[in-house]
């Protein structure tokens, strides 16, 4: 099958990197949003064309969307190829400040209602879920969604967010909240009940 027309082939742009390195004007580089299909290209364009490969790929990951597992995770892993996680809380959602049709003045999901992904039905049940389960444990819903995602071996950044300064600390903090393999499984009974409601 052909590429539309409109797309660059893959090893055009990895040409085109390879003078970029080689003027020294970039080290590495990375891919974002980016498919099994898609990785598995630019990997083989560098093996076999002698040019330089991707160091990361850049895509969403969270509790309420763990699609990059399916594929992606594995292959990234073993091709040494690490995760940037986006949107590790979904938009501020897994911070539980919408539950219950809350809309705090200024919030994301609140200024930007086109993102329903999160929003949605399926995404605010899990949500709930997520959040009632890290109070169980003694936890900030915000912390345990971090921890779970610095927890996995795949991920080489957690590309956090924040709008005030105690968001910052709060977020940073995550970095020193560990998971029981207790949490660990009932995070996984969640993903079960509400597998990836806003990939």
């Known amino acids: 099958m052909d590429e539309p027309n409109d797309l660059v082939p893959i090893e ?3 040409e085109g ?3 970029l390195v080689k003027a020294g004007k970039i080290r590495h580089f990375g891919v974002s949003n980016e498919t099994p299909w898609g990785l598995s290209r630019y990997l083989a364009g560098a093996e076999f064309g002698g040019l330089p490969r991707v160091a990361s790929i850049q895509n969403p990951y969270s509790l309420l ?5 399916v594929g992606l995770s594995e292959f990234a892993h073993r091709s040494g190829v690490g995760l940037l996680a986006y ?3 979904a938009f501020g959602m897994l911070s539980g400040k919408y539950l219950n049709g809350a809309q705090p003045t200024g919030a994301r999901l609140t200024l930007f209602e086109r993102f329903t992904r999160y929003t949605n039905p399926q995404a605010q049940a899990a949500t709930e879920a997520y959040v009632t389960l ?4 003694g936890l900030s ?3 345990m969604a971090l921890a779970f995602v610095n927890s996995r071996p795949f991920v080489i950044s957690n590309l956090i967010g924040a709008t005030t300064l105690l968001q910052l600390r709060e977020n ?3 970095i020193n909240v560990s998971l029981t393999p ?3 499984q009932a995070i996984d009974a969640i993903h079960q009940r509400h597998p990836n409601p806003a990939p």
Not at 65 to 69: K, L, P
Not at 134 to 137: P, R, S, V
């Open 182 to 184: 207790e949490l660990l």
């Open 141 to 143: 819903p915000v912390q």
């Open 65 to 69: 969307n763990r699609s990059f597992e």
């Open 172 to 174: 940073i903090d995550s």
């Open 17 to 19: 990197l390879a003078e």
């Open 134 to 137: 890290a109070q169980q444990h």
């Open 87 to 89: 949107s590790p809380l």
């Open 12 to 14: 055009e742009t990895l």
